[in-house]
């Protein structure tokens, strides 16, 4: 993959994110919101650009 413009990006090991999840519920909680979140803004932004496909096409 390649970026078009300069990115910067936050890697953490699977493990430590578990131990931290473990360790402090209010983190996990946040953790699990922000990424519900994001997933969401995914999901939706990727049912308008279906719905913009199939309202494009032409009939059979």
Known sequence: MLA????TTLSI???RI???IKSDP???TLL???VLSMVREKLIV???RIA???GNQ???
């Open 4 to 7: 078009k413009t300069k990115v």
């Open 13 to 15: 090991h699977r493990r």
């Open 18 to 20: 578990q131990q931290l």
């Open 26 to 28: 209010q983190l996990s």
């Open 32 to 34: 699990y919101r922000n």
């Open 46 to 48: 990727s049912n308008r």
């Open 52 to 54: 913009e496909l199939l």
């Open 58 to 60: 032409q009939p059979a």
